[in-house]
């Protein structure tokens, strides 16, 4: 289905009934991306699955938005679907927009989901030096017989130092993944109150494992369920399980 959302054409689904359960994907991929979770859950939710903006069907942003214009867009899209509550979950860089909505409006999240997700990885150090690097790089790839060489240089840059691949990727987002690529949440994860689950990849090798330690451990209260035997889209390789985990805490037994 489409909605207009802050002059956007913005594509979604919503499936089944009850309580409401958003879905927001990773990085390059769209809502569609659920549908073996939607088929699993909509007789006991009310799922909805956002194309964000520069995804899918969706329109692209007018011009590079940062997690704050991601964050505002998620706020429009509540109000004009009369969302006034919902468990949000969020797959990778979905996961991030996830917890700063929580973290922003904690009335409208019911419980949190974090699904390998990104955000902790880069120090403030590590994210000056990556700056301090590609402007240098900038300078020396500017000199007529080295300007062939730039697009390899930044794509090995990316791949290998910073190992941020979505970036190869981001296409005419480019400048949206610029802005992303900097956000830190650390200092944002202990003030989450809401309710957490996080589930993560026992191989993830995009946000490996350690880092949903991490945020487990800022996080107060949360839990942590590890899936072995799966990658960076855990939801996909062991939908089962996934499933499981999630309705049990969603559903606790005594209900």
Known sequence: M??????????????????????????????????????????????????????????????????????????????????????????????????????????????????????????????????????????????????NMKQAARDNFYRYAVKETDYLNSGSLEGTFKKIINRDLNEIYPQIKIPTLIIWGENDKVTPLKEGLKIQQLIPDSQLKIIENAGHHVFLEKPEQFCKILLEFLIPQSQ
Not at 30 to 36: D, E, I, K, M, Q
Request: charged letters at 15%; glycine letters at 8%; a positive charge.
């Open 2 to 147: 489409l909605t207009k959302i802050n002059s956007l054409n913005i594509n979604y689904t919503r499936t089944g009934a009850g309580p409401n359960l958003l879905f927001l994907h990773g990085w390059s991929l769209s809502g569609a991306v659920f549908s073996p979770l939607t088929e699993k859950l909509h007789d006991r939710f009310t799922v909805w699955a956002i194309d964000l903006p520069g995804f899918g069907q969706s329109d692209p942003p007018p011009g590079p938005w940062g997690n704050e214009e991601y964050i505002s867009f998620l706020n429009s899209f509540f109000k004009s679907k009369a969302l006034e509550k919902a468990v949000v979950a969020g797959h990778s860089f979905g996961g991030a927009l996830a917890a700063m909505f929580a973290h922003r409006y904690p009335a409208k999240v019911t419980k949190l989901i974090l699904i390998d997700t990104a955000g902790t990885r880069k120090t403030k150090l590590k994210l000056i030096a990556y700056r301090a690097i590609a402007s240098l790089g900038k300078t020396i790839f500017s000199f007529p017989y080295l300007k």
